[in-house]
């Protein structure tokens, strides 16, 4: 980080120290990726109540425990050096992780088949009945999804878990 603000032709960012500051920055932006993903899908679904479905509010719904079960496990257990074994040990960590990166990625995946599935393509099957009107709510989804992926990475690695510092 202190190689971008050093490439800044700013003076006041040349020794600016962001080390201390790290778990902050990245627990803001993690706060403001997630508050902003389901921002749109609340939008979404206010706005263009019509065009919506209550089912497709279970990717992000899903998208938000898998940031809850990648955030569970610190990294020091997943590397295998934490001071205690917990439960399951290491590989029961990783095991909770993995699912928990799985299940972000199935709940992106799913916001991809609103997005393209439902509102791009339209089927002209007498069996459709859902025929929105505007592609933004799907749009909003997939967007919800994508930043609640993010918020979980950043959150997750974007932190130091120093114990003193």
């Given at each position: 980080?202190?190689?971008i ?5 700013f ?7 962001l080390?201390e500051k790290?778990?902050?920055i990245?627990?803001?932006?993690a ?5 902003s993903g389901?921002?749109f899908?609340l939008?979404?679904?206010?706005s ?9 509010h279970?990717?992000?719904v899903?998208?938000t425990l ?8 610190s990294?020091?257990?997943?590397r295998?050096d934490?001071?205690t074994?917990g439960?399951?040990?290491?590989a ?6 993995f699912?928990g ?5 199935g709940?992106?995946f799913?916001?991809c ?14 069996n459709?009945t859902?025929?929105p ?8 989804f997939?967007l ?8 979980s990475?950043t ?5 130091s878990?120093?114990?003193w510092g």
């Amino acid at each position: 980080m202190s190689r971008i603000l050093e490439a800044l032709p700013f003076d006041c960012l040349q020794n600016v120290d962001l080390s201390e500051k790290r778990n902050k920055i990245a627990s803001i932006c993690a706060g403001f990726l997630f508050f902003s993903g389901w921002w749109f899908a609340l939008d979404a679904s206010a706005s263009y109540y019509q065009d919506t479905r209550d089912v497709f509010h279970l990717c992000g719904v899903f998208a938000t425990l898998s940031m809850f079960m990648v955030n569970a496990v610190s990294n020091s257990l997943l590397r295998g050096d934490g001071f205690t074994d917990g439960c399951l040990g290491p590989a029961g960590g990783r095991i909770w992780f993995f699912f928990g990166i799985m299940m972000g990625f199935g709940s992106l995946f799913g916001a991809c088949y609103i997005l393209f599935g439902e509102y791009v393509y339209i089927s002209d099957n007498v069996n459709n009945t859902f025929k929105p009107d505007h592609t933004y709510p799907g749009v909003a989804f997939f967007l919800q999804n994508v930043f609640i992926f993010l918020s979980s990475l950043t959150f997750k690695f974007g932190r130091s878990e120093d114990m003193w510092g």
